[in-house]
Protein backbone atom coordinates (compact mmCIF):
# COMPACT_ATOMS: atom_id res chain seq x y z
CA UNK A 1 0.00 0.00 0.00
CA UNK A 2 0.99 3.63 -1.02
CA UNK A 3 2.71 5.24 2.13
CA UNK A 4 0.92 8.26 3.49
CA UNK A 5 2.08 11.22 2.02
CA UNK A 6 1.93 9.42 -1.53
CA UNK A 7 -1.57 8.66 -0.77
CA UNK A 8 -2.40 12.53 0.50
CA UNK A 9 -1.04 13.76 -2.63
CA UNK A 10 -3.47 11.36 -4.87
CA UNK A 11 -6.54 12.32 -3.00
CA UNK A 12 -5.45 16.32 -3.17
CA UNK A 13 -4.87 15.15 -7.09
CA UNK A 14 -7.88 13.72 -7.20
CA UNK A 15 -10.23 16.30 -5.71
CA UNK A 16 -8.61 19.13 -8.15
CA UNK A 17 -9.52 16.81 -11.10
CA UNK A 18 -13.55 15.84 -9.59
CA UNK A 19 -16.20 18.49 -11.29
CA UNK A 20 -19.66 18.13 -12.14
CA UNK A 21 -20.26 16.53 -15.86
CA UNK A 22 -22.89 16.47 -18.12
CA UNK A 23 -23.83 12.96 -19.52
CA UNK A 24 -23.60 14.01 -22.96
CA UNK A 25 -19.74 14.48 -22.05
CA UNK A 26 -18.85 11.41 -20.36
CA UNK A 27 -21.19 9.06 -23.38
CA UNK A 28 -17.68 8.18 -25.33
CA UNK A 29 -16.55 6.72 -21.89
CA UNK A 30 -19.70 4.47 -21.09
CA UNK A 31 -19.37 3.42 -24.57
CA UNK A 32 -15.98 2.53 -24.81
CA UNK A 33 -16.73 0.52 -21.10
CA UNK A 34 -14.72 2.47 -19.44
CA UNK A 35 -17.40 4.60 -16.95
CA UNK A 36 -18.00 3.35 -13.21
CA UNK A 37 -20.57 4.17 -11.22
CA UNK A 38 -19.70 4.54 -7.77
CA UNK A 39 -22.42 4.48 -4.98
CA UNK A 40 -23.28 7.54 -3.32
CA UNK A 41 -22.47 6.17 0.27
CA UNK A 42 -18.62 5.70 -1.10
CA UNK A 43 -16.13 8.78 -1.30
CA UNK A 44 -15.86 9.33 -4.92
CA UNK A 45 -12.21 10.28 -4.07
CA UNK A 46 -11.40 7.39 -2.05
CA UNK A 47 -12.69 4.86 -4.31
CA UNK A 48 -10.21 7.09 -6.90
CA UNK A 49 -7.57 6.11 -5.06
CA UNK A 50 -7.86 2.59 -4.21
CA UNK A 51 -8.28 2.36 -7.78
CA UNK A 52 -4.78 4.10 -8.79
CA UNK A 53 -3.92 1.69 -5.90
CA UNK A 54 -4.86 -1.30 -7.97
CA UNK A 55 -6.33 -2.46 -4.27
CA UNK A 56 -8.29 -5.90 -5.74
CA UNK A 57 -9.56 -6.55 -2.50
CA UNK A 58 -11.28 -3.65 -1.42
CA UNK A 59 -12.87 -3.48 -5.23
CA UNK A 60 -14.11 -6.97 -4.85
CA UNK A 61 -15.74 -6.14 -1.67
CA UNK A 62 -16.93 -2.57 -2.96
CA UNK A 63 -18.36 -5.13 -5.91
CA UNK A 64 -19.96 -8.04 -4.04
CA UNK A 65 -21.94 -4.89 -2.06
CA UNK A 66 -23.02 -3.29 -5.44
CA UNK A 67 -21.57 -0.25 -4.05
CA UNK A 68 -19.57 -0.14 -7.75
CA UNK A 69 -20.37 -1.18 -11.14
CA UNK A 70 -20.47 -0.68 -14.57
CA UNK A 71 -23.02 1.97 -15.82
CA UNK A 72 -26.28 0.20 -17.32
CA UNK A 73 -27.49 0.39 -20.81
CA UNK A 74 -30.86 2.05 -19.18
CA UNK A 75 -29.17 3.89 -17.01
CA UNK A 76 -27.03 5.45 -19.36
CA UNK A 77 -30.15 6.66 -21.37
CA UNK A 78 -32.10 7.73 -18.46
CA UNK A 79 -28.82 10.11 -17.81
CA UNK A 80 -29.09 11.41 -21.40
CA UNK A 81 -32.37 12.31 -21.69
CA UNK A 82 -32.64 13.93 -18.36
CA UNK A 83 -29.35 16.23 -19.51
CA UNK A 84 -28.09 14.78 -15.90
CA UNK A 85 -24.73 16.09 -14.91
CA UNK A 86 -22.59 13.83 -12.23
CA UNK A 87 -19.58 13.90 -9.98
CA UNK A 88 -17.07 12.44 -12.43
CA UNK A 89 -12.91 12.01 -11.85
CA UNK A 90 -10.88 10.24 -13.91
CA UNK A 91 -8.70 7.62 -12.75
CA UNK A 92 -7.07 6.36 -15.92
CA UNK A 93 -8.15 4.18 -17.77
CA UNK A 94 -11.37 4.86 -15.89
CA UNK A 95 -14.01 7.18 -15.33
CA UNK A 96 -15.39 7.32 -11.82
CA UNK A 97 -19.22 8.86 -11.54
CA UNK A 98 -21.66 9.38 -8.96
CA UNK A 99 -25.39 10.86 -9.12
CA UNK A 100 -24.89 12.94 -6.29
CA UNK A 101 -26.94 16.06 -6.74
CA UNK A 102 -25.36 18.30 -4.15
CA UNK A 103 -21.35 19.37 -3.45
CA UNK A 104 -20.66 16.20 -1.45
CA UNK A 105 -17.45 14.99 -2.72
CA UNK A 106 -14.85 15.82 0.58
CA UNK A 107 -10.94 15.71 1.24
CA UNK A 108 -9.56 13.80 4.17
CA UNK A 109 -6.94 16.44 5.43
CA UNK A 110 -5.54 13.61 8.02
CA UNK A 111 -3.69 11.82 5.50
CA UNK A 112 -5.87 8.81 6.29
Not at 21 to 48: H, K, M, N, T, W
Amino acid sequence: MADVPDRTQRRADFLAQTARIPFSELQRYFAAGRLILASDDLDLIEVAVQLSEDNAAQFEQWLNAGLVKGVADEQATAWLAQDDALWAVVADPWVLVQERKAAAVSVDDSGA
